[in-house]
């Protein structure tokens, strides 16, 4: 098996592959406060394109989006930020006005 560039482990939790156990276990959680009701719709890897002036620039794909008390929430699992990220990260939250939150 080939070993990942930042040493994540893939890990299979509900029939669905995560990039790394960390991804697999904030998933879990997630499952947990959506069945309590704390948070609603959640959404696997949801995709923001970036669109700057008409052009396609790059598109952004996030681990986990959900609702949390009506406020849309855009989580990404990150154990290493490379600096592509900080750049799409940054792109998104302005163009769509959203805070990007990492676990």
Do not use: H, W
Request: net charge positive.
């Amino acid at each position: 098996m080939k070993q990942s560039k930042y040493r994540s482990v893939k890990t299979c939790v509900d029939n669905i592959e995560f990039d790394s156990a960390k991804e697999a276990r904030r998933y879990s959680e997630l499952k947990l406060l959506e069945r309590a009701k704390v948070i609603n719709s959640l959404e696997l890897q949801p995709e923001f394109p970036v669109v700057i002036e008409g052009k396609k620039i790059c598109k952004y794909k996030a681990d986990f989006a959900y609702y949390e008390d009506d406020r849309r929430v855009i989580e990404d699992v990150k154990g290493f930020k490379t600096p592509v990220y900080r750049l799409k990260k940054r792109l998104v939250e302005a163009l769509y006005g959203v805070e990007i939150i990492e676990t």
